[in-house]
């Protein structure tokens, strides 16, 4: 079975940072696109950063500058280091992954982990 599985999640005082990882596993054989998506109570989801395989990386304007993506495609797992955490922050981070070629010959659209909470309060 093919899976995403986030950890790094938790409780973290304004200011701080925090390490987010998601890990594929399964039978995959690539992941062509990676990333990280949040929603935060009462709204809807929304993109944080994607990476592609070859180490692209894109951001949200707003996040730019405090967030930084990088994966390991040996280990098949995405990171997402969060610094300057601020309250607004707080949210349901997603793990998200595109182009999922498993070792079947085919390719999955697109899977989503189960999501990690960070609460970013004092």
């Known amino acids: 079975q093919v899976q995403l599985v986030e950890s790094g999640g938790g409780l973290v005082q304004p200011g701080g940072s925090l390490r987010l990882s998601c890990a594929a596993s399964?039978?995959?054989?690539?992941?062509?696109?990676m990333g990280w998506y949040r929603q935060a109570p009462g709204k809807g989801r929304e993109l944080v950063a994607t990476i592609t395989s070859r180490g692209t990386a894109g951001y949200a304007d707003s996040l730019k500058g405090r967030f930084t993506i990088s994966r390991d495609n040996a280990k098949k797992t995405v990171y997402l280091q969060m610094n300057s955490l601020k309250p607004d922050d707080t949210a349901v981070y997603y793990c998200?992954?595109?182009?999922?070629?498993?070792?079947?010959?085919?390719?999955?659209?697109?899977?989503w982990g189960q999501g990690t909470l960070v609460t970013v309060s004092s």
């Open positions: 998200n992954a595109k182009g999922v070629a498993i070792l079947s010959a085919l390719t999955l659209p697109e899977i």
């Open positions: 399964g039978s995959i054989f690539s992941i062509n696109v």
